[in-house]
């Protein structure tokens, strides 16, 4: 069983930051791909900035950030 205290949440949170740049790396391979096919917005687009925009927010709480507790 881990202990997760104090620095050790920086080790989830950099396994956050990790994950939301993945989901980037989809939602602009997604962009390319409309783009080039001149299609309008990707369908999974809007949820997946929604989820990125959670997983860093996530991120932003376990290193403490007092400005996103406001």
């Keep these: 069983m881990n202990d997760y205290s104090g620095n ?4 989830l949170a950099d396994r956050l ?9 989809v939602m602009f391979d997604q962009l390319r791909e409309a783009a080039a096919e001149k299609r309008g917005r990707p369908a999974d687009d809007k ?3 929604q989820a990125r925009r959670a997983i860093e ?3 932003r709480l376990l290193r403490g950030d007092q400005n996103e507790l406001q």
């Design 47 to 49: 949820r997946l900035t």
């Design 17 to 25: 930051d990790a994950i939301a740049e993945q989901l980037d790396e």
């Design 57 to 59: 927010k996530a991120s």
């Design 8 to 11: 050790d949440y920086k080790h």
